[in-house]
């Protein structure tokens, strides 16, 4: 799987949070993660779905927002 992300978004997500973006994104090696659709947060016209992950790294519990975009 390839991760991008807005280095905008991920400087507000460290000042928020303290977490590096290339640091949440190890959440998805988790055997045990949750996922789950985010229908709160998709646009009306659905064209792009967004989804929550939940997963450990390391001793922490990552809650990752994410979408899959087109190569």
Known sequence: ?????DPRKEAANIAKHGVPFSEAQ?????????????EAHC???KH???WWL???VG????????????I
């Open 26 to 38: 190890k959440a998805f090696d988790d055997p045990e993660a949750i996922v789950a659709f985010d």
């Open 48 to 50: 792009e779905l967004r």
């Open 43 to 45: 646009p009306r016209s």
């Open 59 to 70: 001793v922490r519990v990552m809650l990752v927002r994410y979408t899959h975009r087109p």
């Open 1 to 5: 799987m390839k991760f991008t992300w």
């Open 54 to 56: 939940l997963g450990k």
